[in-house]
Structures are given as C-alpha cells and as structure tokens.
C-alpha cells in the first residue's frame, strides 16, 4: 500500500535533548511538509520541501531543522532551542507545487518533554 | 496573503441530525478550497476539494461543501450525522509555491 508512515508514534524526551522525527513517504511525490498541531491552534508549517536537496522555512521553523537526501525522507529534528516542543507533529506529502493537488498525511508523532 | 477562518470551534449535535461546518477565507486570487477530517490521534485525510466547475462539491461519508464566492465561504454540510462522524475538521486553502493555510479547526461531537 501507498502511503506516509512516521515513527515514533509516540515520543518522550528530557528538556536540553535533541530529538529526530521520521517520516517516508512511498507516493513518489515531490512535495513534503512538517505540521505542528497545538489545541486550538489548528495546522503550522515548520518546514517544507519541494525537491531533493531543497527545503524552506515555514511559519514557525525557529527550533527545528531538516533535511531531504532522499525523495522519500524528511526527517524533522527538533532541537534544545524549540522552547515549547510538546506537540502533535504532522508530515505531509504532495504530488507536486500545484496548487489543485491534495496533501497526503500521515499518523503523526507525539512528542512529550518531561 | 490568504488566511481561513473557522466560525465554529465546536459544534455538538444529535446522531441523524444535519450539520454544517463554516468555513470563510479571503484571497486576492482564485483559490482552491480543501475540507480535512481528522479523527482522535491521526493524520488528516482528505474529504472534499472545490478547484473550479459547480459550486456543490460532494465528498466521502455523505458530505458535501458549497463554494460561494459572493460570501466568501465553503461550508461543509451533511443531512444526517452518525457517531462515526465524530472527529475535527479543517478547512484548508492552497497557495502558491505549494503550500497551504488551514484553519483552527472544527471539534464536531455527535451525541447519541
């Protein structure tokens, strides 16, 4: 089956640590995304990708950093400067810049800093 | 800049009762309109999308959104809801360079 997987599904770190979310993707799409998902707040770009070797800050990228070697791996980590990291992390992919096409999500990852 | 609004942060109904879940946005372009389902510690998945023809775009699980671009909106409607459809829903508009804005989201409670 095609689809986005990320792991861990859930994720517990001690402040001061830096941590690796994974997310593949075997669509074959271009495009990849990283939400952040908060109470409320709905959706908040971090970091997305339009091609290999190629990404760019969202909305709120302060924290974070990524990288894409693969087409099919966005890996998101996220460092000791995110001051407030307990969050809902969402990976997306799509096919292309289009504006028509639809974003493909995966499970998501719980992060929980102690 | 294209932004998405939520009137709704929560909408509780009764199983087999109709709902609607509104939606506005402003954009200075032509614009693309997305509603998302996410239910209880999972991704988003796609229900229905408006790019262009009819305004009355149908989904899956019986709902449908209406684009009315007088007013502005796309409001997700279904005649009757099931327990099942218990879940958040997001509004989403597409921009340029592929990316997207989505709104705060709609927390949908169908009680039995």
């Known amino acids: 089956d095609g689809g986005i997987t990320q792991s861990p599904k859930y994720l517990f770190r001690k402040e001061g640590q830096n941590v690796t979310l994974s997310c593949e993707q075997n669509?074959?799409?271009?495009?990849m995304y990283w939400y952040r998902q908060d109470p409320g707040q709905g959706l908040r770009l971090i970091y997305y990708s339009q091609i290999v070797n190629d990404f760019q800050k969202g909305d709120i990228a302060e924290g974070y950093s990524v990288s894409r070697e693969k087409k099919e791996s966005f890996p998101l980590t996220v460092t000791s400067a995110q001051k407030n990291p307990t969050a809902f992390y969402l990976c997306?992919?799509?096919?292309?810049?289009?504006?028509?096409?639809?974003?493909?999500f995966g499970p998501g990852t719980r992060l929980t800093v102690l | 800049a294209q932004s998405v609004t939520q009137l709704d942060s929560q909408v509780p109904v009764f199983e087999e009762a109709p709902v609607e879940l509104r939606c506005n946005y402003s954009s200075s372009v032509s614009v693309y309109l997305f509603w998302y389902v996410q239910y209880p510690n999972q991704g988003l998945q796609l229900l229905l999308k408006?790019?262009?023809?009819?305004?009355l775009v149908k989904g899956i699980n019986g709902f449908e959104a209406e684009f009315n671009k007088s007013q502005t909106s796309f409001h997700l409607r279904k005649p009757s809801v099931h327990i099942s459809d218990t879940a958040e829903y997001f509004c989403?508009?597409?921009?340029?360079?592929?990316?997207?804005?989505f709104g705060d989201g709609t927390t949908l409670t169908v009680k039995p």
């Open positions: 989403a508009v597409s921009e340029k360079k592929g990316k997207s804005t």
């Open positions: 997306a992919s799509r096919r292309g810049q289009g504006r028509t096409d639809t974003q493909y």
């Open positions: 669509l074959n799409h271009d495009a």
């Open positions: 408006y790019l262009s023809g009819s305004t």
